[in-house]
């Protein structure tokens, strides 16, 4: 029962500095210092297309389970990540769910303990949401709410004609299970936006070709990857040896595999450089952070990638995106 959920959670969720009315009243009412300006990002997941709790009837038992404490997890993180990709500090979150009837209740405790845990990495307060039950699957949804100060924000429309491409990370493979496991490149972006100019960023959630498309064509430019410098995480490799999953290359994976919630950036040169031979434990200690220069932002308007031998072809925005009609 709701009522009885809600009387076990309130008392766990604590006060906070951020939050002028508390948990549990029609509306949180968040207070930020030094009038900075709100960040607010929503992001949704179901199970069964986004996650799923049982073994598929494959037998290579592709892709892993999640346990409901990962999937409270990533739901935070998911969310998180959008607000990396506007070097937005994340100050508050509000969860919503629709609850399987049967062994919902124990469903949303194990959900809360994931979500806490995010909450407890990246300072953050709970601030309210809904709880409702349903004869359907999970669907969770959270919306992260965060502060930066005017005219500080990155967006991703702005990049310039002859900025160097930046990923954060090695890409591809998530799907092996790092997609259970999402680091959002919080700490990252406010440290990087402190002491770098960014022209243009966004958080690569569908595939770094897909997204760096979405970059190039909201900013009116072109660009150019090449191919040799994309960072290939080990798991792309694996994932290309997996039986009975698309048998594409390792590269391919890391061009369009969606999940990895890198940062993909448009930097001037000169910063770039910089970024990429700073030590990044001097940025944020303990990061796992590895920036790379992976192409440049061009002119023209064509999306292309050139291999080492000079070759040179238009890129598919390739990735991966949710099917409607
Ligand atoms: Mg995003």
Redesign the pocket.
């Known amino acids: 029962m709701e009522t009885q959920f809600l009387k076990w959670l309130l008392p766990q969720l604590n006060k906070d500095h951020r939050l002028e009315v508390l948990p549990g009243d029609d509306a949180a009412v968040l207070r930020f210092p030094g009038g900075k300006r709100t960040v607010v990002t929503t992001d949704l997941l179901t199970e069964s297309v986004d996650f799923r709790f049982s073994k598929s009837s494959a037998d290579n038992d592709f892709p892993p389970p999640a346990s409901a404490h990962q999937v409270g997890r990533k739901a935070v993180a998911v969310s998180l ?2 607000l990396a ?1 506007m070097a937005a500090t994340p100050e508050a979150i509000v969860v919503s769910v629709a609850l399987p009837q049967n062994g919902g209740r124990r469903l949303a405790e194990e959900l809360f303990k994931g979500i806490q845990e995010e909450v407890n990495t990246f300072d953050i307060t709970l601030a309210g949401g809904d709880t409702n039950a349903w004869d359907g699957p999970l669907v969770i949804s959270v919306t992260a709410i965060g502060s930066i100060l005017p005219r500080q924000c990155w967006r991703r429309d702005t990049a310039q004609a002859g900025d160097f491409l930046i990923v954060t990370g090695p890409l591809g493979g998530s799907l092996l299970g790092r997609h259970l496991n999402v680091t959002p490149r919080c700490r990252e972006a406010t440290a990087i936006a402190s002491r770098y100019p960014v022209h243009a960023a ?2 690569i ?1 569908d595939g770094l070709a897909i997204d760096c498309g979405r970059m190039l064509t909201a900013s009116h430019v072109g660009g150019t990857i090449e191919l040799d410098l994309v960072p290939i995480h080990p798991d792309a490799i694996s994932l290309s040896e997996v039986p009975h999953t698309n048998q594409i290359t390792p590269l391919e994976h890391a061009m369009q595999d969606g999940e990895d919630f890198e940062l993909l950036l448009a930097m001037p040169a000169e910063a770039a450089q910089a970024l990429v031979q700073d030590d990044p434990s001097s940025l944020v200690a303990k990061t796992t952070m590895q920036p790379r220069i992976i192409g440049k932002v061009t002119e023209s308007l064509d999306f292309c990638s050139t291999t080492p031998d000079g070759q040179t072809k238009r890129l598919e925005p390739k990735g991966f995106e949710h099917v409607f009609q």
């Open positions: 990540s959008d990709a966004l958080d959630s």
